[in-house]
T-cell receptor, first 112, second 114 residues
Framework: DAEITQSPRHKITETGRQVTLACHQTWNHNNMFWYRQDLGHGLRLIHYSYGVQDTNKGEVSDGYSVSRSNTEDLPLTLESAASSQTSVYFCASSSGSYNEQFFGPGTRLTVL | AQSVAQPEDQVNVAEGNPLTVKCTYSVSGNPYLFWYVQYPNRGLQFLLKYITGDNLVKGSYGFEAEFNKSQTSFHLKKPSALVSDSALYFC????????????FGKGTRLHILP
């Protein structure tokens, strides 16, 4: 069965370190998204991609970067982790703009 | 700019009673509308969507939602609540004309009381 996976599921890191969160989908979807979920804010879009070599900034992109070298993967990199980036991160994919998104299980990131 | 509002942070309903989770939206063109559910320590799961056509949309787990263009609302409903419906519910909207990204509401926590 097709799925979307995230790794690691939990991560503790220190301020200033570079961190990369992996997202891998086997749906063969062109569209992929990264969100963060925080109390009181719901889901906020960090970056998204509509295909290989395409990346776009979302509403909270500062301090984050992504790259899309193939259809299946959209890794999210925190260049220099900050305590404000402590959050739960969700990756999602969809086959088109009017289609539902499929979400991964999430990565809980703690920056100390 | 498009936006979506879920006016209630929490909704409490007795088991067996009907439930409604409210959502209103603002877009410049016609909307795509979605409802998702999130159970503890899980990712979001798709429930239903409105793209065009019948204003009453039926989805998973007995949920349905009514699109009301004049009131710019897309409320989620279920005739008889189950304790297992307790979860966090998100409404989301996308503007068809602007072909913009999906915007999620802040979520409504639904508690079904036994």
């Amino acid at each position: 069965d097709a799925e979307i996976t995230q790794s690691p599921r939990h991560k503790i890191t220190e301020t200033g370190r570079q961190v990369t969160l992996a997202c891998h989908q086997t749906w063969n979807h062109n569209n992929m998204f990264w969100y963060r979920q925080d109390l009181g804010h719901g889901l906020r879009l960090i970056h998204y991609s509509y295909g290989v070599q395409d990346t776009n900034k979302g509403e909270v992109s500062d301090g984050y970067s992504v790259s899309r070298s193939n259809t299946e993967d959209l890794p999210l990199t925190l260049e220099s982790a900050a305590s404000s980036q402590t959050s739960v991160y969700f990756c999602a994919s969809s086959s088109g703009s009017y289609n539902e998104q499929f979400f991964g299980p999430g990565t809980r990131l703690t920056v100390l | 700019a498009q936006s979506v509002a879920q006016p209630e942070d929490q909704v409490n309903v007795a088991e067996g009673n009907p439930l409604t989770v409210k959502c209103t939206y603002s877009v410049s063109g016609n909307p795509y509308l979605f409802w998702y559910v999130q159970y503890p320590n899980r990712g979001l799961q798709f429930l239903l969507k409105y793209i065009t056509g019948d204003n009453l949309v039926k989805g998973s787990y007995g949920f349905e939602a009514e699109f009301n263009k004049s009131q710019t609302s897309f409320h989620l409903k279920k005739p008889s609540a189950l304790v297992s419906d307790s979860a966090l519910y998100f409404c989301a909207v996308r503007d068809k004309v602007r072909d913009d990204k999906i915007i999620f509401g802040k979520g409504t926590r639904l508690h079904i009381l036994p």
